[in-house]
T-cell receptor, first 113, second 114 residues
Framework: NAGVTQTPKFRVLKTGQSMTLLCAQD?????MYWYRQDPGMGLRLIHY???????AKGEVPDGYNVSRLKKQNFLLGLESAAPSQTSVYFC????????????FGQGTRLTVV | AQSVTQLGSHVSVSEGALVLLRCNYS??????LFWYVQYPNQGLQLLLK??????LVKGINGFEAEFKKSETSFHLTKPSAHMSDAAEYFC????????????FGTGTQLKVEL
């Protein structure tokens, strides 16, 4: 029962480097989300997708890009990392909108130095 | 945009005492409401969710929440706190009219003391 799997779990980047975070779900969910969690700010939505080939901006999309080429995968990219992007990133998926439960990955702790 | 406000970023209770975590939503039309829990170094998991017609919702681990439209609130309670309840709790909202976003509050850290 894998559920939602995030790769990697930890990463340290230098300012200006790029990286991609991978989220994979095996529940055939349509909706996928990327959040960042910072102390005192809760979870803030970065980008989301309502199906394969679709993406949309959330509250804090600047500095991030996403792609959903396959239904089961949702990639979050940082083209030029900045210290302000130091955070814990969570991916979530759910079957569709409304009352359906969102399932979360274990998180990726990213530090940008 | 719909949002939720959680009053109190930190709440401390004694073991066996009542737990009350507050959540208020901002919407003229009641949205779908959720409570999630996050244990240290883990992702979030669903505690309970509001469905129309049932104002008192029961969730896992003895938690429940009451929806009050007149107060635009969805407070989370548990009659008797246990040490294992220490975690961070998030209220979340998604529009009942069919919106795609799932928006979270800022979270409340619950500490349970002996």
């Amino acid at each position: 029962n894998a559920g939602v799997t995030q790769t990697p779990k930890f990463r340290v980047l230098k300012t200006g480097q790029s990286m991609t975070l991978l989220c994979a779900q095996d529940m055939n969910h349509e909706y996928m989300y990327w959040y960042r969690q910072d102390p005192g700010m809760g979870l803030r939505l970065i980008h989301y997708s309502v199906g394969e080939g679709t993406t949309a901006k959330g509250e804090v999309p600047d500095g991030y890009n996403v792609s959903r080429l396959k239904k089961q995968n949702f990639l979050l990219g940082l083209e030029s990392a900045a210290p302000s992007q130091t955070s814990v990133y969570f991916c979530a998926s759910r079957m569709d909108r409304g009352l359906t439960e969102a399932f979360f990955g274990q998180g990726t702790r990213l530090t940008v130095v | 945009a719909q949002s939720v406000t959680q009053l109190g970023s930190h709440v401390s209770v004694s073991e066996g005492a009542l737990v009350l975590l507050r959540c208020n939503y901002s919407s003229s039309v009641p949205p779908y409401l959720f409570w999630y829990v996050q244990y240290p170094n883990q992702g979030l998991q669903l505690l309970l969710k509001y469905t129309t017609g049932a104002t008192l919702v029961k969730g896992i681990n003895g938690f429940e929440a009451e929806f009050k439209k007149s107060e635009t609130s969805f407070h989370l309670t548990k009659p008797s706190a246990h040490m294992s309840d220490a975690a961070e709790y998030f209220c979340a909202v998604t529009p009942s009219g069919g919106g795609n976003k799932l928006t979270f509050g800022t979270g409340t850290q619950l500490k349970v003391e002996l």
